[in-house]
């Protein structure tokens, strides 16, 4: 195990900030992770585990021993006859693993294209897009306890998915590593057109038989149109949440604001936090070296230099115009550290 002191955490976090690991090693095994976790402990050194940093915003130097987790590995689990369980590392890149089931008719992933990340980090946020979370095919995983070194097993019910949530964003936070992941994949896909402009974009590039591949090329497409690219400009996909409000309440935004776009689910009207961004007016507004994306106001950049704590009072900025406006709070996918 080779630990390194005073490194810098720009080449590993998408964002692109310049922030200082104290420590730092990179773990390619279940032992190595216990090793580095151990060493941290006797050192009496807080561990910080990282996985694709793509969900992170830096805005500080880390004291810590920073733990970045390169567990690979694909392999298939179990075959049943309608089904495969495949289990992949948590350190697997997400897009690779995607394009990996795409090239082995493994369906059920292919909404969840170009989503920055790895393996492991997917169900901790249970990453989604058009139609499809990570819930939907989701098996089990295997997580280190950082108490007892042991690895646990979890399923569904216990991972206790929600909207961007698991138990391992709340009740188990900083209590489990997670080191790998079982998904169930189908053989015979069930399409998911309708979410978008999927369809709109198979017909466009003249899609006439359906594919997994077809439906994953579209979303890559329509991704590449808005998003930018982490390795030209530093940003970590979709900064905010979508809010849920309730009926009530939309219904007074609707009678103040007739094309308030909400979608309703269990828990009332989900509204495009994107929509109320750029209603206040921050869609592709520059401020020095940070800002909002001009496509997609979802997104925060780092232009270049841009430090995370400029990023992160530029959310604050945004999230308090939002609920002074629209009396909605909305809140970050990104953890501050």
């Known amino acids: 195990m080779n630990i390194l002191e005073n490194i810098s955490l720009k080449p590993f976090n998408t964002f692109g900030i310049d922030?200082?690991?104290?420590?730092?090693?990179?773990?390619?095994?279940?032992?190595?992770?216990?090793?580095?976790?151990?060493?941290?402990?006797?050192?009496?050194?807080?561990?910080?585990?990282?996985?694709?940093?793509?969900?992170?915003?830096?805005?500080?130097?880390?004291?810590?021993?920073?733990?970045?987790?390169?567990?690979?590995?694909?392999?298939?689990?179990?075959?049943?006859?309608?089904?495969?369980?495949?289990?992949?590392?948590a350190g697997v890149n997400w897009h690779e693993f995607v394009l990996i089931a795409i090239e082995n008719g493994w369906a059920g992933i292919e909404n969840l294209s170009l989503i920055p990340g790895t393996v492991g980090a997917s169900p901790m946020q249970n990453i989604g897009a058009y139609g499809v979370e990570i819930k939907d095919v989701f098996s089990s995983l295997k997580a280190l306890n950082r108490g007892t070194l042991e690895i646990e097993e979890f399923n569904a019910e216990q991972c206790q998915f929600g909207y961007r949530e698991s138990i391992f964003k709340h009740e188990l936070k900083g209590k489990y590593v997670i080191c790998s992941v079982v998904f169930r994949l189908q053989k015979e896909p069930i399409f998911h057109t309708e979410y978008g402009a999927i369809q709109e974009t198979l017909e466009s590039n003249g899609i006439k038989e359906l594919s997994i591949k077809a439906i994953s090329d579209a979303v890559i497409e329509i991704r590449q149109s808005?998003?930018?690219?982490?390795?030209?400009?530093?940003?970590?996909?979709?900064?905010?949440?979508?809010?849920?409000?309730?009926?009530?309440?939309?219904?007074?935004?609707?009678?103040?604001?007739?094309?308030?776009?909400?979608?309703?689910?269990?828990?009332g009207?989900?509204?495009?936090?994107?929509?109320?961004?750029?209603?206040?007016?921050?869609?592709?507004?520059?401020?020095?070296?940070?800002?909002?994306?001009?496509?997609?106001?979802?997104?925060?950049?780092?232009?270049?230099?841009?430090?995370?704590?400029?990023?992160?009072?530029?959310?604050?900025?945004?999230?308090?115009?939002?609920?002074?406006?629209?009396?909605?709070?909305?809140?970050p996918e990104v953890n501050f550290l």
Not at 39 to 62: E, H, M, R, V
Not at 241 to 246: A, D, E, F, G, R
Not at 296 to 319: H, R
Request: net charge neutral; hydrophobic share 35%; proline share 5%.
């Open 226 to 267: 808005k998003l930018p690219d982490p390795k030209e400009i530093g940003n970590s996909g979709s900064f905010f949440k979508n809010p849920t409000i309730s009926a009530v309440h939309f219904q007074d935004l609707k009678d103040e604001y007739p094309i308030i776009p909400g979608y309703p689910n269990e828990e």
């Open 269 to 331: 009207i989900k509204v495009p936090a994107a929509w109320l961004i750029e209603q206040c007016g921050w869609k592709g507004q520059r401020f020095g070296e940070i800002g909002v994306h001009g496509k997609q106001p979802l997104v925060l950049v780092n232009y270049g230099d841009g430090d995370g704590n400029e990023i992160k009072n530029l959310s604050e900025k945004i999230q308090q115009s939002v609920f002074e406006k629209f009396k909605i709070n909305i809140h």
């Open 19 to 89: 922030k200082t690991a104290r420590f730092f090693v990179a773990v390619k095994s279940i032992n190595q992770l216990k090793e580095a976790l151990k060493w941290a402990k006797s050192q009496n050194i807080k561990p910080l585990i990282l996985g694709g940093g793509s969900n992170i915003l830096l805005t500080k130097n880390q004291e810590k021993l920073v733990i970045k987790i390169e567990i690979e590995g694909i392999n298939t689990a179990l075959e049943e006859e309608k089904f495969y369980l495949i289990e992949a590392g």
